[in-house]
């Protein structure tokens, strides 16, 4: 069934769908009376006064507006451990180079809401400025209820089994290998086909992604904007005595109770829209003659800053692809960043890696913390023989949320069983391999370049 759904495409197209011909307005947003009895509402998802190249938002025409709901509540218990602003009070700050091992999954029944859980993040959702880094550890499809998060846009990258995302405009099928954007605003309610799922969510507040500019690149590459897939209207005329509206607000979760199915939008149009976008359709480029390009040229999509080149949060993946740079150390180099790096891996083994780093762990290197191949990686580089051969690397696919600002990190992330506290280990047996008038000091402190030579 997931398989047979239709989308519409284009990245930041203004698009428009009808689940019954005739129930879009023609000509008008808000006519005295809409098609087949209808409510209009908009969705805004910038300011109204936004210039008109970045301005978003989304007309619905649905049996009853959003509004018919009682009020909210608080939910008891809630998610602790969902965090919008990043401070002393909640987290942590700390330089360490940290990774964690995959999240096990557990037997208790755990929907996508419950079993999302913040790991770090900066700014506040308040401020409209900052993002949050997510996972998901969940087992059960989302019952009689909705999700709606009023702090920021998620972009979901699933790592372990299929979501089936029922949306406003319709319904969304993503499996690992895709990833799926939800934008602030939308109420979404996700179901999980496969039972034990697990994945990243990267959480930005007071903007939107972007595909990023190609430069020089030109008109075409990296991911093409008709790739992008957006859902076709699908509605529900549905009561239900106790449908839960979930809000996030702040980081906190409300409820309000409603008696019908939020999915009520029998046609809408705009350019507000959930999508989804298939990570085997990136077009990647690379250096075709020698040394190792920034991992930049493998931007899928920007959320910027008001700075130019300085990124919110920009999502990079490290797909297949050929390597074919001669005399060149082919894995990324030692480096340390003003800019912070949080890195999941969805399959497969990462370049820079060799072992400790797996499929649906993390690891996240802040602001100016170093890092790079670990000493198996760069020991097995170097004493390749085929270095200048090219070489398909396959099986695999790594992500990087990168950001300008620099992350907290929640209480349970450091006290986690699954944090790998021999991290650093895998750098420590890097040696030196300099080998020009080595200098040695014995045990009763002469330098060897002190003892006369014979
Ligand atoms: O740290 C990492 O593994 C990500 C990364 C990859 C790369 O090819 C160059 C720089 C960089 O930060
Ligand atoms: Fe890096």
Redesign the pocket.
Known sequence: MAEELEYLSGFGAHLSSEAIPGALPRHQNNPLLCPLGLYAEQLSGTSFTSPRHLNQCSWFYRIKPSVTHEPFYPCIPGNKCLISEFNQHTTSATPTQLRWRPAEFSEIPTDFIDGLYTVCGAGSSFLRHGYAIHMYVANKSMEGRAFCNADGDFLIVPQHGKLFITTECGKLYAQPGEIVVIPQGFRFSIDLPDGDSRGYVAEIFGTHFRLPDLGPIGANGLAAPRDFLVPKAWYEDASYPNYTIVQKFGGELFMAKQDFSPFNVVAWHGNYVPYKYDLSKFCPFNTVLFD?A??SINTVLTAPTYKPGVALLDFVIFPPRWLVAENTFRP??Y?R?CMT?F?GLIHGVYE?KQDGFLPGGASL?SCMTP?GPDTKTFEATISRNEVNEPFRIEGTLAF?FESSLIPRVCQWALESPGLDKDYYQCWIGLKSHFSHNKESVDENGTKSSDIPQS
């Open positions: 190792h920034d991992p990324p180099y480096h960043n790096e890195m820079a290197h890092h990087m």
